[in-house]
């Protein structure tokens, strides 16, 4: 019995890509993340920086001009 071929799935407009290689890809939390285009990866890490700062708002950090202090929000 043969492994299928693993397909990867752009997470920004769902398209399969069968071939991942030479595609832009952007890596999130220790995964790597492949694209379809240049545009879905900075869609992608556009999304990204917003995932990052709500995690910093449920671990607490209270942002403020040019520095972050931890506490509760």
């Given at each position: 019995?043969?492994?299928?071929?693993?397909?990867?799935?752009d997470?920004?407009?769902?398209?399969?890509?069968?071939?991942p290689?030479?595609?832009p890809?952007a890596?999130y939390?220790?995964?790597?993340?492949?694209?379809?285009?240049?545009?879905?990866?900075?869609?992608?890490e556009?999304?990204?920086a917003?995932?990052?700062?709500?995690?910093?708002?449920?671990?607490?950090?209270?942002?403020?001009p040019?520095?972050?202090?931890?506490?509760?929000?």
């Open positions: 019995m043969r492994d299928a071929p693993k397909r990867h799935l997470p920004i407009c769902g398209k399969q890509l069968e071939k290689e030479g595609r890809t890596e939390k220790k995964r790597r993340y492949f694209f379809c285009s240049e545009r879905c990866r900075t869609v992608f556009q999304k990204a917003r995932f990052r700062m709500n995690d910093l708002a449920r671990a607490g950090a209270l942002l403020t040019g520095r972050v202090r931890w506490g509760l929000a």
